[in-house]
């Protein structure tokens, strides 16, 4: 497919049939770093959703009957679209998320490569018996229309990875970008329609209000949804009112055990990272660290000079790592979180408190041995604090690390690959890693 033109990155709208629409009223996202105001965006009211779902419907007659190829090639034009496209995304995603340029540029980069590897994936027939008498065949087919919620955190990212796997399957899709989050999105919206044929990807802004009206919506089919746990609770109970089907990922809490093995100073640099990416606003980020008794002291001795070394600052600034938490809401939750440290009477090593500023930004925090019933290790701060606990037997510390209800991800560090596997296999979550975390690929599932 030639290239396209570029798009301005000025003005945003709704896309709708593949034509770019607005609303009579209108609002306004957040800078997380100055709390000042983003442009304008559409709030979708439900005939603008009925609209959409309707084109979408109509769309799915051709699109689901096009061949596995004919999606494949178009697909993959998009993530090239997205890649020339990739300056522009970038800084605007460090304008509304509020993450460093530099992760930034990571998230679109990977919504590319997400984008034209995703369709190289095979959805070939499977003969499940072939006998003289019976042939068994599973085939992979379209399910209709399918919404895509997205969060605010990953709001690039996760809108390619509900889009691009729906629509190379044969679906149409309905994206809902956050409130919090909502200019990248729609610019997805207006670059799809410049690729797609009309109806196959839409994109609807919303002002917090439209999620009910999609999950109870006769004329869709699936939901995918990224949020957090209560959110998803709710929608799985407003889908079974019509046995839509669902996806849902939610909220994590991820434990990190450190065996006494480990090269301590290649090993600080990347659980800091992992830990601290998008200032902790990530489901499958490192979020409780056990470390064994033997090096603890040494461990967290130089998990805080490399932390501290870390830059904090506005994400468009040169060598920021730690931007603002993106939103008052969340901003808020950390700061309730953080004063469990005086009234627990807990250790902070490092951080601890907040300095108000024009932004929302939070000193990344480090507690030192909190106890396991302490706020700081059972709630997922979703903000940069992270809780260093020690441990000494292996049992007690996989039941520790198993003692919650968000089994998203965990993972275990050692030099003894052996002695990582056989703790791996007994932790419960949706994916385990060794000697690394958050490691995904668009080829391996995840879940929890």
């Not at 949020?227 to 089907?245: D, F, W, Y």
């Not at 939070?362 to 940069?384: K, L």
């Not at 520790?400 to 052996?418: C, I, P």
Request: hydrophobic share 40%; glycine share 6%; aromatic share 8%.
């Amino acid at each position: 497919m030639a290239s396209i033109e570029k798009i301005p990155f000025t003005e945003f709208f709704n896309t709708i049939n593949n034509e770019l629409t607005t609303t009579p009223t209108t609002r306004h996202g957040i800078n997380p770093a100055t709390r000042q105001p983003n442009p304008e965006v559409p709030v979708s009211t439900a005939e603008d959703l009925n609209r959409a779902v309707k084109h979408a419907r109509a769309a799915f007659k051709t699109w689901s009957k096009l061949s596995v190829e004919d999606r494949r090639s178009t697909v993959i034009a998009f993530g090239e679209a997205i890649e020339s496209h990739a300056e522009e995304f970038t800084k605007l995603l460090v304008q509304e998320q509020g993450k460093a340029q530099g992760q930034a540029a990571i998230e679109i980069g990977m919504c590319g490569t997400w984008a034209k590897q995703i369709p190289l994936l095979e959805l070939n027939d499977v003969v499940l018996q072939d006998t003289e008498d019976q042939r068994v065949i599973q085939r992979f087919t379209p399910m209709g229309v399918v919404a895509g919620i997205v969060p605010w955190n990953f709001p690039v990212l996760l809108a390619v990875g509900k889009l691009v796997p729906a629509v190379y399957a044969g679906n149409t899709i309905i994206i809902k970008p956050s409130p919090f989050t909502p200019y990248c999105g729609l610019k997805l919206g207006e670059l799809a329609a410049k690729i797609f044929p009309p109806g196959v990807v839409q994109v609807l802004s919303d002002a917090g209000d439209l999620g009910p009206l999609i999950t109870a919506h006769p004329d869709i089919n699936k939901i995918s949804f990224t949020g957090s746990t209560l959110t998803g609770k709710r929608i799985m109970a407003a889908c079974a009112n019509s046995l839509k089907s669902l996806t849902l990922e939610l909220g994590g809490n991820d434990p990190a055990i450190i065996c006494d093995d480990v090269d301590i100073e290649t090993v600080v640099p990347q659980v800091a990272t992992l830990s601290f990416l998008v200032s902790a606003q990530v489901c499958m980020m490192i979020k409780r660290l056990y470390v064994h008794e033997k090096i603890y002291d040494k461990f967290l001795e130089a998990l805080v000079a490399f932390t501290r070394n870390l830059k904090v600052g506005d994400g468009a600034e040169p060598g920021v790592f730690f931007g603002p938490v993106q939103n008052e809401m969340q901003y808020e939750k950390v700061k309730d979180l953080l004063t469990s440290i005086q009234t627990e009477n807990l250790t902070p090593v490092l951080g601890g408190t907040v300095t108000e500023s024009a932004g929302y930004f939070i000193t990344p925090t480090i507690i030192d041995n909190p106890p396991e019933n302490s706020r700081v290790v059972q709630e997922e701060a979703f903000g940069p604090i992270l809780p260093v606990l020690k441990w000494s037997q292996e049992d007690d510390v996989i039941a520790r690390a198993n003692d919650v209800d968000t089994g998203l991800g965990a993972s275990v560090w050692s030099a003894d690959l052996d002695r990582a596997e056989k703790i791996a296999r007994q932790l419960e979550s949706g994916s385990v890693w060794i000697n690394s975390h958050f490691q995904v690929a668009p080829h391996v599932p995840f879940g929890a």
